[in-house]
């Protein structure tokens, strides 16, 4: 019989006890901890995970200021080295280190002996084309095995990894690639999706020409099916080399192939802002601090196990991604502890033609996925599409659900909880893979806290004052037993999570359970002060390890500081310890974002606090107002903007996109804004309600509130936003004739 499981922050917190005499009775407790006394946290999972360096590092956090903290001083790392750790065990155990899928249906498997040799084919690839530590190699590749195989190639030999998204247009993907001069190109004819093949060759021969420093170009016959297309598809491409060569060398280099250890702060990869105005910021972490912030997220939080260790055996994870998205960066992770990832490219809602938002479920039921993950917007879009899992196939391996990228609904969230609530009974009564007799079992048993019912929602967010509305009256039943929400929060910026889950603390619909260990994450002020039960500026007091190195070519750190750190005054906020720091330790960090923190530690945001509304007094987040209007079966999608400005009397107009074959007549508007009576307040009416095609949105699927607002409290087109960092550019010229008819007016 197989032990019950044992959630993984459990598991650290038993090691605390044992190897550290530490024992917290609440999880505030332990997150007190981890905030306070930085270097003893840091030390603990480092020892916990057994990272491996052969030098040793002389300080946990050598110097602690932001931006600029010195960490793990002395130590060494690599990505790749920590994900190779895993091959041969893995392998024993007869667990696949990557499974994918395409649109087509086109399966592939790849054992951890393969993607070993794949990666070390490439590194001496790469090695012999004169790729050195430091030199930066770009892709141009969609969410399949080969950008994970291309990845851990470049840093394994100390290259710096950035990818872009084969659906990005050649001027986006410029506006990131110039800005890094990347010496290797590593690109795909083509991809598919929404089912429709797009040839990409045209693209990749302009980014040869437009990139002076590319001295390699690497191919990989993504769409190609017979040897015929291949090679056409390669001497189109002419002069390149084929990724499938490049990968295919199997003699005694590559067998004997190890990455080399390079500093902690190393630099991995470059990833990039959503870029609204302006250039995007290439934003450059290291080795070490992604590596060691990404175990402790994955699996401490997010409870996702080694798949060959017994007490997660045969995991399997899947968070939905493009290339463009840092859940992209975030699913390779999975590699980092020996978990199996699971991937899909393509259209998660089906084509245009035959929209299918059962797509992603059906292939989660048929690989056999124990995390299921997606962008908040995907579960919105299933419970619009009236998605019935039960029609799916068989979902009972799934039993944690993750979140992010917007915040999740409760509707959302009481919809999939409704959905898993027969999914999970079934899953309860079925026996889990056995692993091997010989294995060590951990002793204790798994304690599900009760399900807990929500507070009413709240309607008006402001400054020292809630106001709380009547309990709204979901539309789904209250399970017996809930599924795990994993709804988390972090950013590109940082490549981690400051909010997330916490396998054994109540959930509340709507709500995020925690602040992560080792982020010191405040809501603020006006007056820069941390408050509790009121909205307020998420800021992160104190340094984590995988806040940025640096910013590509950003003289004396200017973007950087300006991005994060300008806001409030150096020294202020800064408490390691209990005690002050001085102005020398620098700034905290501000992140965007509105949060409140309730008094249990379950935690709201509520959209960006650069896009907030502000009506006759009262703050809120865009967030709510959305969950009031989207709950219309009739509305798809919306934005609001607030066009309060420098004493200006607010103006407040709504925009919504409608199922087809509706229309905005006054029978529509009028659910609209007794939608938003009824949910928030008479206050957040908007003056005026437009139905529009499409809500502008960027690349990585944000509502693009603040250029919209900009837009319409009169600033020019090309100040505000940039086409090419636009999911929908085409949607502009609307708004754009609509900001010029208020002028006129």
């Known amino acids: 019989m197989t032990a019950p499981y044992v959630p993984q922050i459990r598991l650290y917190q038993q090691w605390l006890a044992e190897h ?24 603990s999972i480092w020892d916990y995970f057994d990272l491996q360096s052969p030098t040793p590092h002389t300080a946990v956090l050598a110097q602690n200021v932001m931006p600029g903290a010195r960490w793990f001083p002395g130590a060494q790392a690599n990505y790749a080295q920590q994900v190779m750790r895993h091959a041969q065990p893995a392998h024993a155990a007869g667990f696949a280190a990557v499974v994918a899928r395409n649109e087509k249906g086109r399966r592939t498997e790849l054992s951890w002996p393969e993607l070993q040799r ?29 950008a994970m195989v291309a990845f851990l190639a470049t840093v394994s030999i100390g290259g710096v990894w950035s990818i872009c998204a084969p659906d990005m247009g050649t001027n986006a993907v410029l506006d990131r690639f110039r800005q890094i001069e990347p010496v290797v190109l590593i690109a795909c004819d083509g991809v598919t999706y929404g089912g429709r093949d797009v040839d990409r060759l045209a693209v990749v021969q302009e980014l040869r020409a437009a990139l002076p420093s590319v001295r390699h170009v690497i191919v990989h016959t993504n769409l190609a099916e017979t040897e015929a297309q291949r090679a056409q598809a ?79 055996w045969g995991e399997r994870y899947h968070w939905y991604s493009s290339t463009g998205w840092v859940m992209w960066n975030a699913q390779t992770s999975g590699l980092l502890n020996g978990t199996t990832c699971v991937i899909f490219d393509g259209n998660p809602g089906g084509s245009k033609e035959r929209p299918d938002w059962t797509t992603l479920w059906r292939f989660a039921a048929e690989e056999g996925v124990t995390f299921f993950g997606a962008g908040a917007a995907f579960f919105a879009n299933c419970l619009k599409a009236g998605v019935d899992l039960s029609t799916c196939g068989d979902l009972s391996s799934v039993r944690a659900l993750g979140t992010t990228g917007s915040p999740l609904s409760e509707d959302a969230q009481r919809w999939g909880t409704a959905q898993f609530r027969k999914v999970q009974e079934q899953r309860l009564n079925t026996v889990r893979p056995e692993p091997p007799s010989d294995r060590t079992v951990p002793p204790p048993v798994r304690t599900v806290p009760p399900p ?20 709204r009256g979901g539309a789904w039943p209250e399970p017996e037993s809930d599924i795990w929400w994993c709804n988390i929060s972090g950013g590109t910026d940082f490549a981690g999570a400051f909010i997330g889950g916490h396998r054994e603390l109540p959930q ?144 407040m107009p709504l925009f919504v996109v409608l199922r087809e074959g509706q229309v905005l007549d006054a029978a529509t508007r009028q659910r609209i804004v007794d939608s938003i009576r009824t949910a928030l307040s008479p206050r957040f009416v908007p003056n005026e309600i437009f139905q529009v095609a499409e809500v502008p949105r960027t690349l990585s699927g944000k509502k693009q509130e603040l250029p919209i607002k900009k837009l319409l409290l009169g600033q020019p087109l090309e100040k505000v936003i940039n086409r090419e960092a636009m999911a929908n550019p085409g949607c502009l010229d609307w708004y754009v004739h609509f900001a010029a008819q208020r002028t006129a007016a």
């Open 20 to 43: 550290r005499g530490l024992h917290f009775d609440s999880y505030d407790a332990l997150w007190q901890w981890s905030i306070t006394e930085l270097d003893a946290f840091w030390q």
């Open 118 to 146: 794949q990666v070390a084919s490439l590194a001496l690839h790469l090695q012999a084309q004169g790729v050195k530590p430091g030199d930066r190699v770009a892709a141009y590749l969609p969410n399949i095995p080969e």
């Open 234 to 312: 390669l001497q189109s491409a002419a002069p390149c080399a084929s990724f499938a060569q490049a990968t295919a060398r199997d003699d005694a280099a590559v067998r004997d192939f190890e990455p080399l250890w390079l500093p902690f702060d190393h630099p991995l990869w470059i990833v990039y802002s959503s870029g609204t105005t302006g250039l995007p910021k290439p934003i450059v972490h290291g080795h070490g601090g992604t590596l060691i912030v990404g175990l402790a997220l994955k699996i401490l939080h997010n409870d996702i196990g080694c798949s060959y260790e017994a007490n997660s």
């Open 452 to 471: 807990v019912r929500p507070e009413p929602v709240e309607g008006l967010i402001r400054e020292g004052l809630r106001q709380a509305q009547p309990e």
């Open 508 to 651: 509340t619909p709507g709500r995020m359970q925690c602040r992560l260990l080792g982020c010191a994450v405040e809501a603020w002020n006006e007056q820069g002060q941390p408050v509790i039960d009121e909205v307020g500026e998420l800021v992160c007091a104190q340094p984590i390890p995988s806040m940025p190195l640096y910013f590509v070519g950003d003289v004396e750190h200017r973007r950087l500081i300006g991005s994060y750190f300008d806001t409030y005054p150096p020294g202020q906020g800064r408490k390691p310890g209990g005690g002050d720091l001085d102005a020398l330790a620098g700034a905290v960090w501000r992140h965007g974002d509105w949060l409140r923190i309730h008094p249990d530690g379950s935690c709201v945001i509520y959209g960006r606090s650069d896009a907030t509304i502000n009506r006759h007094g009262l703050r809120m987040g865009t967030s709510e107002l959305y969950s009031a209007v989207e709950a219309l079966p009739e509305v798809m999608d919306s934005m609001v903007v607030d066009l309060e400005y420098l004493g200006r009397e607010s103006y």
